[in-house]
């Protein structure tokens, strides 16, 4: 059974600092993973797909990567916002087709 | 094209009274999936549905909820005799279908029971 993990379950930071939230799975056998962000009473937005054939995928200040053989990803933020500031979840496609989500990382950026 | 439509936003039911919450996917996707999500919690996986199929339905609970994805119009998602756990958010997705595709969220209809 797929289980997907996220830590740390909660982090501040003050604006302007790069960090890093980190995802793994248990099983590898994944078609792809994705990585959302979570605004309180929202629902989801896309930031990344990676596909299982890739390695990594960047969008403007976001870069996310997958090692699919460790069954890891993580997603880096640089230089950080107070307007970063949300829930990020990450989920990934198992070998039925279920997409299944760990239970987040809330970020809150201090100005 | 428009996104994900979920409706309504907010429903209010009385203990016992059926809920019905609707799922409008994107244009060009087949597949559907319900996701709930209590207070301060993850999002739970419930059901997988294709056009006219349910696929994987091991999320649901086994009474008083099912879902179903006609060959036209939208997703429902039905709960009988709504019961004060009942309450939570309620998550729709869409995808193409196939392996390597994005699912994409609408914004969720907030169930209260009361």
């Not at chain 1, 039925?96 to 239970?103: N, V």
């Not at chain 2, 999500?37 to 549905?49: A, D, R, S, T």
């Not at chain 2, 005799?81 to 729709?92: E, K, L, M, P």
Request: hydrophobic letters at 35%; a positive charge; glycine letters at 8%.
């Amino acid at each position: 059974k797929q289980e997907v993990t996220q830590i740390p379950a909660a982090l501040s930071v003050p604006e302007g600092e790069n960090l890093v939230l980190n995802c793994s799975f248990t099983d590898s056998a994944i078609y792809n993973l994705q990585w959302f962000r979570q605004d309180p009473g929202k629902g989801l937005t896309s930031l990344l797909l990676i596909q299982s054939s890739q390695r990594e995928q960047t969008s403007g200040r976001l870069n996310a990567s997958l090692d699919k053989s460790s069954g890891r990803s993580t997603l880096y933020i640089a230089a950080s916002q107070p307007g970063d500031s949300a829930t990020y979840l990450c989920a990934v496609m198992d070998s039925s087709y279920k997409l299944i989500f760990g239970s987040g990382t809330r970020l809150l950026v201090r100005p | 094209n428009a996104g994900v439509m979920q409706n309504p936003r907010h429903l209010v039911r009385r203990r016992g009274q059926e809920a019905r919450l609707r799922c409008s996917p994107m244009k060009g996707h087949s597949h559907v999936y319900w996701y709930r999500q209590l207070p301060e919690e993850g999002l739970k996986f419930m059901v997988y549905l294709q056009k006219e199929n349910i696929i994987d339905e091991s999320g649901m609970p086994k009474e008083r909820f099912s879902a179903e994805f006609p060959k036209e119009g939208p997703s429902i998602l039905r709960i009988q005799q709504v019961v004060r756990g009942d309450s939570a958010a309620y998550f729709c997705a869409s995808a193409k279908g196939g392996s390597d595709t994005e699912a994409f969220f609408g914004q969720g209809t907030r169930l209260t029971v009361v």
